[in-house]
Antibody, heavy 121, light 112 residues
């Protein structure tokens, strides 16, 4: 059974770079049917799509975050990663990694448990 | 692209039905049959309940159904049960000139 697990610092200083990794276990990351994505949720607020990546390294970014976001994938480690630069307090959120169904308009069918990241001044 | 519009709250009595709307534009909800719905209980990760407007993943009760008309998608929960009380989010693919995924602001469903 495929599982996703986020990891990374729970606190990042303002203006620095947030770095998170998602480890995929119990299945293949090199699937031609799936993207791998990040979705975030500020405390008490709704979901916001951040970015997706295909196992070849092809990426799609939220236009509102595009200038600060970088995703990468390491198929040998079955991991994909997120970097968000120049963070501010508004980037404080629970960050989820998830698997997206390519042929279903990126419906996210498997999610990690989420990791809280707080941006401090 | 802007977020999809959902009512902030909805409610229904146990055993009744409730419908939650999700309004987008002709560039997202209206353009593609790629609307998804997620259920989120407090402190938990979202769970996919509906994809491609009407399809249910394995294990999701058939009390949950989806539909779409024009730029508005809907999630209907029939035979409301206490465990259905949660936040519900819609999502739509919004391809056009770039590959984008939009979420709605979420609807808090209360089972009375």
């Amino acid at each position: 059974q495929l599982q996703l697990q986020e990891s990374g610092p729970g606190q990042v200083k303002a203006s620095e770079t947030l770095s998170l990794t998602c480890t995929v276990s119990g299945g293949s990351i090199t699937s031609s049917s799936h993207y791998w994505g990040w979705i975030r949720q500020p405390p008490g607020k709704g979901l916001e799509w951040v970015a997706n990546i295909f196992y070849t390294g092809s990426t799609n970014y939220n236009p509102s975050l595009k200038s600060r976001v970088t995703m990468s994938v390491d198929t040998s480690k079955t991991q994909f990663s997120l970097k968000l630069s120049s963070v501010t307090a508004s980037d404080t959120a629970v960050y989820y990694c998830a698997r997206a169904l390519i042929r279903s308009g990126d419906a996210f069918d498997i999610w990690g448990q989420g990791t809280m990241v707080t941006v401090s001044s | 692209q802007s977020a999809l519009t959902q009512p902030p709250s909805a409610s229904g009595s146990s055993g009744q039905s409730v419908t939650i709307s999700c309004t987008g534009t002709s560039s997202d909800v209206g353009a593609y049959d790629y609307v998804s719905w997620y259920q989120q209980h407090p402190g938990k990760a979202p769970k996919l309940m509906i994809y491609e407007v009407t399809k249910r993943p394995s294990g999701v009760p058939d009390r949950f159904s989806g539909s779409k008309s024009g730029n508005t998608a809907s999630l209907t929960v029939s035979g409301l049960q206490a465990e259905d009380e949660a936040d519900y989010y819609c999502s739509s693919y919004a391809g056009s000139n770039s590959h984008v995924v939009l979420f709605g602001g979420g609807t808090k469903l209360t089972v009375l």
